[in-house]
């Protein structure tokens, strides 16, 4: 059976205030197009399906126009809920879906649903674990012990079936291998606490011939490659720029995994991370319809800046400065400067644009300054 592994569409969430929406079905419709070309037979979808609990309608709608899609194709959806969904609303009429073959576990009630499907080789069952809290098993399996989640997980599996030769685990959890953590992205919003009561330990899955994993948006392998996370089909966060997104395609045969291999997603507009003088970025723009992130090297910040960079790059997210041998200065300063006092923030300000500090004399001139103007208000 050919699998195709999603994970964290996040669909209807805003990057740096710009609605993803059209992206997201652009990428779902390219998706469709690799379930098409490569025969793919199942389709997973381990967690984040939503950006929110509460999604927009435009969100909603999307999904329901994907998920009919897939049932037009005779393509089973095996799906759980993540940290960012609301697991009862995702459960909505999930009796009703199933008959349509889209497979749905929001809610933990005790134990992960089963799904079994078939192929030429025979039965393939999946183990649907939604997303799930220490507290959460604790409530369902009072007589487990659990103190962390790490023993919760392993308790919510340890309630299933004996292992079937082939039995594939969808889950949504912070998944590590020993003490080695995954490589996160930028856009991992859920505190991810590595070597705590937060994380998995991969070794729980043992007795999965796959574990397609949710909850961090870099696809990568998890100590095996029969253990890994998807990632997300989209760039998120600015720090991901220039990251290759993809869709892991998984077929599984007789004994278990025969091939696992990464489909690269294109998306509509490219996130681009551009450095340089202003007038030089803006002299000559290409693909103006990316996302930008422009990082100006010009001794000082120019009076608008960002309303430049957008006649250029209309879809220009961020803008920060940082003049040459210093660190960047954000071009929103807002937070970083709240509550700090004004010699203090007139000492940064000097400092990153001259790449030195104010002298005795200067910050004495700076104070008399200060003070007449005080009085003239």
């Known amino acids: ?55 927009p309608a435009a969100a909603c709608t999307l999904l329901d126009w994907f998920l009919t899609q897939l049932s037009l194709r005779h393509v089973p959806v095996l799906a759980v809920s993540g940290n960012h969904d609301s697991a009862e609303r995702l459960d909505f009429a999930s009796g009703l879906l199933a008959e349509q073959g889209v497979y749905i576990a929001g809610r933990f009630h005790g ?9 030429r080789y025979g039965p393939l069952e999946f183990t649907l674990l939604p997303f799930v809290r220490a507290a959460t ?15 919760a997980v392993s308790a919510a599996l340890a309630v299933c079936e004996p292992a079937a030769p082939r039995r594939v685990l969808v889950a949504h959890q912070m998944v590590v291998s020993g003490v080695c953590p995954p490589q996160l992205a930028g856009s991992e919003t859920a505190p991810l606490t590595v070597g705590t009561v937060d994380s998995i330990d991969a070794a729980r899955f043992a007795g999965f011939c796959y ?4 909850h961090i948006h870099r696809a990568q ?43 690269p997603l294109t998306p509509r507009r ?11 970025l803006v002299a ?23 309303a430049q960079l957008r006649a250029a790059y209309p879809n220009a997210m961020r803008l920060d400065y940082q003049p040459k041998g210093t660190a960047a200065l954000p071009a929103d300063m807002t937070q970083a400067v709240k509550g700090k ?13 001259n790449g030195r500090a104010l002298t005795t004399e200067e910050v004495l001139a700076v104070k008399k300054l200060r003070e007449e103007a005080s009085k003239s208000e």
């Open 137 to 151: 098993v604790r409530h369902y399996l009072p007589e487990a012990e659990i103190s962390d989640y790490d023993s």
């Open 341 to 353: 006092p004004f010699a203090e923030l007139f000492q940064d300000f000097f400092t990153k644009m």
């Open 1 to 55: 059976m050919k699998l195709l592994h999603l994970a964290d569409l996040h669909l209807g969430k805003r990057v740096n205030g710009f609605d993803m929406l059209e992206d997201q079905r652009f990428i779902l419709e390219q998706i469709l197009t690799l379930c098409d070309k490569h025969g793919v037979e199942a389709v997973v979808l381990a967690g984040d399906i939503y950006d929110t609990p509460v999604p």
């Open 270 to 280: 490219a996130m681009r991370h551009l450095t340089g003088p202003l007038a030089k």
């Open 221 to 263: 392998r998890v100590g095996i490659d029969a253990v890994r996370y998807a990632g997300s089909p989209l760039c998120y966060h600015l720090d991901e720029c220039g990251m290759q997104k993809s869709a892991t395609l998984v077929r599984i045969g007789k004994r278990g995994v025969e091939k696992i291999e990464q489909l």
């Open 284 to 306: 000559h723009p290409t693909d103006t319809e990316d996302y930008i992130w422009a990082t100006l090297t010009d001794p000082t910040p120019l009076p608008d800046a960002m």
């Open 211 to 214: 574990a397609a994993l949710g």
């Open 111 to 119: 134990m992960p649903k089963q799904v079994v499907l078939h192929d």
